[in-house]
């Protein structure tokens, strides 16, 4: 599954298909060739999603969907502008593939900064932070199972009556 085709990877490279509708197997790079970029372009949009917190792949029912299909589309467009790069470029100069990549870059930046999900796509999580803690009942039933392994020390072993304690308090009972 994929969000867009080679097709809509057509519309940011017109110059390489000329008066074809998109790749085929007579253009360069080939219909096969811009799948494969298609492919890897999925992978990366989706990889981004995942690390912002969001489920992947996004449903096509989601708001955000055709923005996902344009911007899988820029970075095949891009990867197959690239593949027709001219080795007459300048060490300055830029060819219209890296342009569209480095256009790629920055949308899936902005696109992962923002609040999909009222776009339609959902969070693998709140965003909230578990810390610990346990309630009694679970403390209780966990020391009560028998099949636990018993802790090697017990709080309080180790104080011994006139000892200084790291709060700066004597002790001044025999340990617990």
Same mark, same amino acid.
């Given at each position: 599954?994929?969000?867009?085709?080679?097709?809509?990877?057509?519309?940011?490279?017109?110059?390489?298909?000329?008066?074809?509708?998109?790749?085929?197997?007579?253009?360069?790079?080939?219909?096969?060739?811009?799948? #494969? =970029?298609?492919?890897?372009?999925?992978?990366?949009?989706?990889?981004? $999603?995942?690390? @912002? /917190?969001?489920?992947?792949?996004? &449903?096509?029912?989601?708001?955000?969907?055709?923005?996902?299909?344009?911007?899988?589309?820029?970075?095949?467009?891009?990867?197959?502008?690239?593949?027709?790069?001219?080795?007459?470029?300048?060490?300055?100069?830029?060819?219209?593939?890296?342009?569209?990549?480095? #256009? =790629?870059?920055?949308?899936?930046?902005?696109?992962?900064?923002?609040? $999909?999900?009222? @776009? /339609?796509?959902?969070?693998?999580? &709140?965003?909230?932070?578990?810390?610990?803690?346990?309630?009694?009942?679970?403390?209780?039933?966990?020391?009560?199972?028998?099949?636990?392994?018993?802790?090697?020390?017990?709080?309080?072993?180790?104080?011994?009556?006139?000892?200084?304690?790291?709060?700066?308090?004597?002790?001044?009972?025999?340990?617990?």
């Amino acid at each position: 599954m994929t969000y867009s085709s080679a097709s809509d990877a057509a519309l940011f490279c017109p110059e390489l298909v000329g008066d074809n509708t998109g790749f085929d197997d007579q253009t360069t790079p080939t219909r096969k060739q811009v799948n #494969q =970029f298609i492919s890897r372009g999925y992978s990366r949009i989706n990889t981004a $999603l995942a690390q @912002a /917190g969001y489920n992947t792949p996004i &449903s096509s029912a989601a708001t955000v969907y055709d923005t996902l299909t344009d911007l899988e589309a820029l970075y095949a467009g891009a990867r197959a502008q690239m593949a027709r790069m001219s080795s007459r470029l300048g060490p300055e100069e830029r060819g219209k593939g890296q342009v569209l990549m480095e #256009q =790629f870059d920055k949308e899936l930046a902005a696109l992962c900064a923002k609040d $999909l999900t009222r @776009a /339609g796509a959902t969070r693998v999580s &709140s965003g909230r932070l578990y810390v610990g803690g346990i309630s009694r009942s679970d403390k209780k039933s966990y020391e009560d199972d028998t099949d636990r392994v018993q802790p090697r020390f017990k709080r309080g072993e180790f104080k011994r009556r006139g000892t200084q304690q790291p709060s700066g308090m004597v002790v001044d009972v025999e340990s617990d």
